[in-house]
Every structure is written in structure tokens, then in C-alpha cells.
């Protein structure tokens, strides 16, 4: 009796092996070409990558793949959403966003289907090269509809035989397109803007060049070149970009022994402080007239002392120059002049100083005065 009951387990248990094994046969059966794809290196400035797995249906029923999930929103797949008959394939395409993301990294991918335990994974690995970081620029400063990063141009010392560029990032904030003219400039100065027209929150750039070949004397140069903004349906606007640059000797191929027998500038000081000025409550009758403080130059060099320039860019400051050639150990006295009634809240200027001293040509006096 008890063998008789084995049996019928026995029979019981391969009747269901046999179900089970016909079922499995029966069903639809998930397969890919590859579990881990490893993109290698990818550069995050290039964007988006992307790779597409082959999934194949080993089974004999039709594999659907209800839904596909990532482990990172930073990877997004598409698959084949109509059924996958039995041996024959679809596509699962994956796509993996590096911006903001540089390193190595392992993203799973997990489909859900019909087959199996109904989850499936595959994964993505790589490593991402970090792009170039760029300065980000803000627009403090307008023409129209034209935002720019700065409205003046300093350029290093420049040589009469060489030329230097600068460049002004730019930005349309309007909702048209705008273009830029250029007006008068000096033959020395060269200007472009790229693109031509800017639509729409484009940006852009405004590149000068300077030409050292084309001027004719050394020191300070300050220009004023005036920038038309057009926009169609809008009225012209037109303001100045100030360019500025210190036009220098060239002392490359000077000798350690001859700028040793050069002249040599020495400045009795390198601040200029007026100090508090009057205000109209002091009602003092001369608040109107200058206050003037003075500055000696002296040559402590062994040959004749060149000043090319003494000027200052603030048009709030004046000069009254001294000699411009002084010989060795003379001395020369330049004033500096100011408005009280000019100075609203404080100044803070720079005035540059040119000169042919080869160990130190450019020099400068910094003047300061508030209310």
C-alpha cells in the first residue's frame, strides 16, 4: 500500500514536470546581444551617446515588452513596442546624457515583459571626459537690444610692430533679429562681428584689432568707436565702446648693458589722494574752481627720459604736462587737476604714464577723492 502511494506521487510529480516543461517550451523567451555595453571613453561636450541592443525571442509564443526603466534619468531607452514573434528580433536603444555628469558610470536598464520572471536587465558603463570649462558671461551693459560684457577695451602694451586682439561677447535680448554697424574708426583699428545678424537670444562676438604698424606715436591711445544696434520695426540706437592700449618702445633686443646706460623714471609717488572734497552746504565761493595736486618726475637714468604720455582715461581728471624730454637727474613737475562739482560720490582713477624707460615703460598714478 505504502509503494502504491509513492508511485502515484511519483507519477504526480512528472505529470506536472511535464506541464511546467511543455509551458516553458511554449512561451516567449528574452535574449540580448550583449548584458553590459561599455562605451569606453566619451567626451561631455559632445552631448548625447547613444547604443542599440538587439533583443531576440527564443521562445515559441510573441514576447511583448510592456515597459522599459532606467536607473538614472540621465538614460533614456526606446524599444520595440509591437510584439516580438517567436525567433525573431527587436531593438532596444539606449541613451545616455553626459552633460553635467564627467566620471566613470554603471546605469542599469530593466525591461518588463511577458517572458520569464517578466524583468529582464542589461547596463551601460563608461567614462565621461570632462569638458572645457567656459567663462560665463553676464551683459551688464546695453545698446538697444544688444547686451554686452563690457563696453571697454583694454589691450596689453603694444609694440608698433605687432597688432592685438581683443573681443566683447555679445547677446540679443530683444524677440527680432538685430544687426550691428560700425562708424568712424582710425585706420589702426579694425573691427567684426560674428555672426552678422544675431536672432533672438543668440550670442555672439565683437573682435577689434589693433594695427601697431599704422601709428605713428607712442603712448596712451583711448577710442571711442560708435556702435549702431538696427532691429526691424525699432528706432537705431547708437552708443561708443571705448578701445584702449599703451603703444610701447621695443626693447626685445635691447642689451642687459644698454637698458642699463637707458634713462630711468622715477615718480614721487603713486597715489594721488585729494582727500574729502567741499560739498555746496559748505558754501565755500571757489567750489566751482579746480583743486590741482602735482606729481615730479625725475630722471635718475644715464640718457634723455621720453614721456610718450601722461593722461588719464576719466574725463574727470585734467593734466597740465611737464616737459616731455627731461635729461639724467633733472626733474619735471605735471598737475593734476579736479571739479569738486564733478565728483558725485567717490573717484577712483588711473592715470598712465608712457614713457622710453626700458625697465618699465608703463607706470601708473592712481587718484582718489570722495564727498
Known amino acids: 500500500m505504502i509503494l502504491d502511494i509513492k508511485k502515484i506521487i511519483c507519477a504526480i510529480v512528472l505529470l506536472f514536470g511535464s506541464i511546467i516543461a511543455g509551458m516553458a517550451q511554449n512561451a516567449p523567451q528574452i535574449s540580448v546581444d550583449q548584458q553590459v555595453f561599455n562605451f569606453g571613453s566619451i567626451e561631455e561636450a559632445k552631448g548625447l551617446t547613444s547604443h542599440v541592443f538587439t533583443i531576440t525571442n527564443s521562445g515559441d509564443k510573441p514576447l511583448v515588452i510592456s515597459r522599459v526603466t532606467a536607473s538614472c534619468g540621465c538614460t533614456r531607452p526606446e524599444w520595440t513596442k509591437e510584439p516580438i514573434a517567436a525567433g525573431k528580433t527587436g531593438i532596444l536603444k539606449v541613451t545616455y546624457n553626459p552633460n553635467g555628469r564627467p566620471g566613470p558610470f554603471y546605469k542599469t536598464i530593466t525591461l518588463y515583459s511577458n517572458a520569464g520572471k517578466g524583468r529582464y536587465n542589461v547596463a551601460i558603463k563608461g567614462n565621461v571626459i ?26 596689453n602694451n603694444l609694440r608698433q610692430n605687432e597688432s592685438l586682439g581683443e ?53 596712451r591711445k583711448l577710442v571711442h568707436i560708435p ?43 603713486t597715489l594721488l589722494d585729494f582727500g574729502k572734497l567741499p560739498s555746496k552746504k559748505n558754501k565755500i565761493p571757489f567750489i566751482s574752481s579746480k583743486i590741482t595736486g602735482t606729481v615730479d618726475i625725475t630722471n635718475t637714468g644715464k640718457s634723455n627720459l621720453i614721456i610718450h604720455s601722461f ?61
Open 311 to 371: 593722461t588719464s582715461d576719466n574725463e574727470l581728471i585734467s593734466i597740465n604736462r611737464g616737459k616731455k624730454e627731461i635729461k639724467p637727474g633733472e626733474t619735471t613737475t605735471y598737475k593734476v587737476s579736479i571739479r569738486p562739482k564733478d565728483v558725485k560720490v567717490r573717484l577712483e582713477a588711473l592715470v598712465n604714464i608712457i614713457s622710453n624707460d626700458p625697465n618699465g615703460p608703463v607706470r601708473l598714478l592712481k587718484v582718489t577723492a570722495h564727498k
Open 167 to 219: 573681443k566683447i561677447s555679445v547677446k540679443n535680448e530683444g524677440k527680432t533679429s538685430i544687426q550691428v554697424e560700425f562708424g568712424k574708426m582710425p585706420d589702426f583699428i579694425i573691427a567684426d562681428m560674428k555672426p552678422t545678424s544675431l536672432k533672438p537670444e543668440e550670442t555672439g562676438e565683437i573682435t577689434f584689432l589693433i594695427d601697431g604698424r599704422k601709428i605713428k606715436h607712442k603712448g
Open 130 to 155: 570632462p569638458k572645457e570649462l567656459t567663462p560665463e558671461f553676464s551683459y551688464p551693459y546695453a545698446i538697444g537690444n544688444l547686451k554686452l560684457h563690457t563696453k571697454n577695451v583694454l589691450f
Open 227 to 269: 556702435l549702431t544696434v538696427k532691429a526691424a520695426g525699432e528706432k537705431n540706437t547708437t552708443e561708443s565702446v571705448a578701445l584702449a592700449a599703451n603703444v610701447i618702445d621695443d626693447f626685445s633686443k635691447m642689451s642687459a648693458r644698454e637698458k642699463a646706460k637707458g634713462p630711468a623714471i622715477h615718480i614721487s609717488g
